[in-house]
DNA sequence: ATAATTGCAAACACTTTGCACCTGT
DNA sequence: ACAGGTGCAAAGTGTTTGCAATTAT
């Protein structure tokens, strides 16, 4: 099986490019359609699976159960997702402290971390001053 | 309004204490089916939705966007998980770096980490041999 | 030419909701 | 008695799949 370069699927990769934060597919095809660029709904998400797959995009899941987010990866990504679950806003930890989780979890639980697909839930700054972690 | 106290609720809570593992609604409903008590669908997820409002199960979704997962968790939890993304098994992780993690998270990004909410996603031991993370 | 991709509509799995009936207090 | 809970069937999500038409090589 051949990979074949398509309208469609430089379209959904440059918008992923174009727009360096994590979107559903739905906002994808939104984006794309308002562009003047309809592309269907099954396309899009055959082309986040198949960039998924290829390293070009990873694919994110939230705390609550919603869609399924994508961002462009480019192949590296080095930064981790805080997400608050209060206000669901989403804050990227770039800081070294991620090698040291990496460390730490391959040398103790021969577990090796993904920094793309790992998402920290917790409260963030503001949310965490009014409510403790007592429902969590 | 009052939260009344049902034969359902209790089963479904007893179910989830005496299982203390992660359980789909699905596995839920089929181990008490089981057990001779047929408690509905619908009122097994108001059950946990309930139940993990507050605080007595935590809720977790996976990699894959596959179905969602509960746990018992008696109001306090204190350990990661860590699943790995290749053949899907799940490690707790109960080491004293939760604890590092926490301070560092809270102290250098003001960012409360939930023990329940966070699932840590990677390679395990098994499958990390085998694969890099190229394509993560 | 022909293998792969597209897009529609229909299928899917999981979860939620409307509503009449039942249960706990 | 009556607020609140239950369960069925139906509706809702987000995502995937079958298939005929289209496009890239």
New binding site residues.
């Given amino acids: 099986?051949?990979?074949?370069?398509?309208?469609?699927?430089e379209l959904v990769l440059s918008y992923l490019k174009d727009n360096n934060r994590c979107m559903?597919?739905?906002e994808i095809i939104a984006g794309l359609r308002d562009n003047g660029h309809?592309?269907?709904?099954?396309?899009v998400?055959?082309?986040l699976?198949l960039f998924s797959n290829a390293g070009q995009a990873s694919k994110f899941l939230n705390s609550q159960?919603?869609?399924?987010v994508y961002r462009y990866s480019g192949g590296h990504d080095s930064h981790f997702h805080l997400k608050c679950t209060e206000c669901n806003k989403t804050v990227c930890a770039d800081c070294g402290f991620i090698n040291r989780m990496q460390e730490h979890f391959y040398n103790h639980h021969g577990f090796t971390v993904s920094k793309t697909h790992t998402v920290i839930y917790g409260l963030c700054r503001d949310c965490g001053r009014s409510k403790g972690e007592t429902s969590e």
Same sequence: chains 1, 2.
């Fill in positions: 099986m051949e990979v074949y370069k398509t309208k469609q699927r559903s597919a739905d309809a592309v269907s709904k099954t396309t998400y055959r082309c699976e159960g919603e869609s399924a």
